[in-house]
């Protein structure tokens, strides 16, 4: 089966592919070989991509023969296809965000076909604006997103933001860095935008300190 997919990468690492190949670009999590994302997910890809001196993004699209794919499983240390059968490995078979190509492949498998280099936001201010959605529906109360937060996160980290947002109160720490460690204590950013709006609340509060997106956070 032939497809499209590719690679999001700094300008230094496309470079190395383009000069070098596939070999510097091994992935390790479901297996070791070349690891590409379909189109459909490269966008996820390059939301943790960082930015060249011109605050240019890249993207290395190829064509790819997937043939006959197996899933592998995550943490698999699998380097070869288990059988003769199969040409190439998916983490899943009905949705697969990481293809996976053996080595013995990839020169056989990948044709770089074109680089895609443009400018976008930053990941912060990707999510911020994802967030501003959200505003529409009305304000967040610390209460009840601390709540929420408990509910979908455990109590250990509900606590921990709840101590973060008194350091924000307390201006030891910058909205934004409030929202930074946020994100890296949920671990998700779709999951952190379902704890907004799981947390909205109509009625305005009459507290700046009650309200997470009257602060400016958001």
């Avoid at 997910?41 to 890249?58: G, K, Q, T, V």
């Avoid at 023969?65 to 003769?84: L, N």
């Avoid at 998700?188 to 305005?204: A, P, Y």
Wanted: glycine fraction near 8%; charge should be positive.
């Amino acid at each position: 089966m032939l497809t499209t997919g590719g690679i999001v990468g700094s300008k230094d690492e496309i470079s190395q592919i383009i000069s070098h190949g596939f070999a510097r670009c091994n992935g390790q999590s479901h297996g070791v070989g070349v690891y590409l994302s379909p189109t459909s997910f490269l966008l996820d890809r390059l939301e943790s991509s960082r930015a060249d001196e011109n605050d240019l993004r890249h993207i290395l699209l190829c064509k790819m023969i997937t043939g006959k794919t197996e899933v592998i499983p995550a943490g698999s240390k699998q380097r070869y296809p288990s059988s003769g059968e199969f040409d190439s490995g998916v983490d899943n078979l009905e949705a697969p965000r990481r293809l996976v190509f053996w080595t013995a492949f990839m020169n056989s498998h990948i044709l770089p076909d074109y680089i895609l280099s443009f400018k976008a936001p930053s990941t912060t201010t990707l999510l911020i604006n994802r967030m501003n959605e959200i505003r529409n529906l009305g304000f967040v109360r610390v209460s009840a997103l601390h709540l929420t937060m408990v509910k979908f996160l455990g109590p250990a980290k509900g606590a921990l933001i709840s101590r973060l947002y008194d350091d924000y109160v307390k201006r030891k720490v910058t909205g934004v860095q409030l929202f930074q460690i946020v994100r890296r204590i949920t671990g998700d950013d779709q999951l952190l935008i379902e704890i907004f709006k799981s947390s909205t609340n109509k009625r305005v509060g009459t507290s700046t300190k009650e309200n997470l997106c009257s602060t400016g956070c958001c």
